[in-house]
């Protein structure tokens, strides 16, 4: 019998079966042959019950921070590099494996109980993330925002301008979203970045490929802003997470932030930073034409799927598509 030095063995292992260089990690205790050589001081407890998949700038963070508010569900712990966000579905953390993943989690104190969860918004529109979230969680709700992706746009090209992006700085949004083949490489790239996330039906479809359709629940993000405790209590219902948390109670509108915010006893509300919730001008009739009429086809999409899949239909996709018709 002959072997290699381990690097050595890797690499022959691979010039062989060139196809597992990508890993995809299953979870260890879904198949006895695997659960018997995983340490025994290991759990597989410590994976989330549902993922928030954004995508970015729908309110993702102010929903992270209501469910936070729920005495039976458990956040990860935030990252310190990535936006406080784990990340791992979506790109290079992936290669970290699933003890890197699982030291996010606490040890659940009772698993019957504890729902923990991670909200990662470029899981939504990241290629592989589904397969891969599948691949770990099979069996995990998913939980994603959507607004306008109109208002998306042009909310995440204010978060560019805000953190100075200097494309951003030096191209109206107008020139975004109007940028034609022959532009510039680099504003056809934030052209992309901009609007992608939006064509909402196409990434859907990639997450309801990998996930049966009653593990995914649409959250209509403009009610998510103006009346989160009736949000809040659909998704619990969706969660089946128990007991009933009652928001209206633990939310209170706050004047000067123009957003609902947790309830303190005693002192000011407790809202999110001064990066959600910006204070910017509208969007020029312009943009928002132009934009209705990029989207059109995609939110008729996004219609005939919430359909098939018996969801309710936002309100503001109701009006764009009244407006685009
Ligand atoms: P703007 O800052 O453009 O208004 P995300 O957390 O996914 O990045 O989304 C940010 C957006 O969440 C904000 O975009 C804001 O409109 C929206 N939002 C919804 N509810 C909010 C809340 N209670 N507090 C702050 N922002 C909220």
Redesign the pocket.
């Known amino acids: 019998l002959q072997t290699l030095p381990p690097m050595q063995l890797a690499d022959k292992y691979f010039q062989i079966f060139p196809e597992e260089r990508d890993p995809l990690w299953q979870n260890p205790c879904h198949d006895k042959r695997h659960k018997d050589i995983w340490s025994k001081e290991k759990t597989c407890d410590r994976l989330p019950r549902f993922l928030v998949i954004?995508p970015?700038?729908?309110?993702?963070?102010?929903l992270h921070s209501f469910l936070s508010l729920h005495p039976a569900i458990t956040s990860s712990f935030p990252s310190l590099v990535t936006f406080e966000e784990i990340q791992f579905f979506s790109g290079p953390n992936y290669n970290n494996g699933i003890d890197w993943y699982m030291d996010f989690f606490p040890f659940p104190s009772n698993v019957s109980t504890d729902f923990m969860f991670e909200k990662s918004?470029n899981y939504f529109d990241t290629e592989v993330a589904p397969k891969r979230a599948a691949a770990l969680l099979s069996r995990a709700k998913i939980l994603a925002?959507l607004i306008n992706p109109a208002d998306r746009a042009y909310?995440w090209y204010?978060?560019q301008r805000a953190h100075q992006d200097p494309m951003t700085v030096n191209h109206t949004f107008q020139e975004v979203v109007t940028a034609r083949p022959a532009s510039p490489r680099e504003l056809l790239i934030l052209q992309r970045r901009c609007l992608k996330p939006g064509a909402y039906a196409t990434h859907l479809e990639r997450w309801l490929h990998h996930y049966q359709p009653s593990q995914v629940h649409i959250v209509d993000?403009s009610q998510?802003?103006s009346n989160?405790a009736l949000v809040m209590e659909g998704i619990q219902r969706f969660l089946g997470v128990t007991p009933i948390f009652n928001y209206t109670q633990a939310l209170t509108y706050d004047e000067s932030?123009g957003?609902?915010?947790q309830r303190v006893e005693g002192a000011r509300p407790k809202?999110?930073g001064k990066?959600?919730?910006?204070k910017y001008s509208d969007m020029t009739p312009e943009s928002r034409a132009f934009l209705t009429e990029h989207y059109r086809e995609h939110n008729m999409e996004l219609l005939r799927l919430l359909n098939r899949l018996g969801q309710p239909l936002p309100a503001w996709l109701r009006e764009e598509l009244q407006s685009s018709s």
């Open positions: 954004g970015q700038k729908t309110g993702t963070t102010a918004a925002v909310s204010q978060h993000g998510l802003r989160p932030k957003f609902w915010c809202c999110l990066s959600k919730g910006r």
